[in-house]
Nanobody, 123 residues
Framework: QVQLVESGGGLVQAGGSLRLSCAAS????????MGWFRQVSGKEREFVAA????????NYADSVKGRFTISRDNAKNAVYLQMNSLKPEDTAVYYC????????????????WGQGTQVTVSS
């Protein structure tokens, strides 16, 4: 089992940047593919980005491609989401999640979730 804690959210102006971090507990972090998701109140949670166990493979939602970068540091049990050129429509609660597989796939089921961190982008 793994516990996830996100940090780094906040208020930023459009065009600005934020870096989200997700700290994971446990000694089997490299066994998990990791993902970032986001949710606006009243709407369904949506996929943002995913990364495989080594960091060598990533995937992004079309809405964030070229602006967001997911990365991980297995020595620190951490995954990151660098968000650049932020837009008001990026405003959401961002969640870190872990899937019990080393590989990324649209069919991945994410078994563990953090509590979320709020990102607000003002226009």
């Amino acid at each position: 089992q793994v516990q996830l804690v996100e940090s780094g959210g906040g208020l930023v102006q459009a065009g600005g940047s934020l870096r989200l971090s997700c700290a994971a507990s446990g000694r089997t972090f490299i066994s998990y593919a990791m993902g970032w998701f986001r949710q606006v109140s009243g709407k369904e949670r949506e996929f943002v980005a995913a990364i495989n166990w080594s960091g060598g493979s990533t995937n992004y939602a079309d809405s964030v491609k070229g602006r967001f970068t997911i990365s991980r540091d297995n020595a620190k049990n951490a995954v990151y989401l660098q968000m650049n050129s932020l837009k008001p429509e990026d405003t959401a609660v961002y969640y870190c999640a872990a899937a019990r597989t080393r590989y990324i796939s649209p069919q991945n089921e994410y078994d563990y979730w953090g509590q979320g961190t709020q990102v607000t982008v003002s226009s």
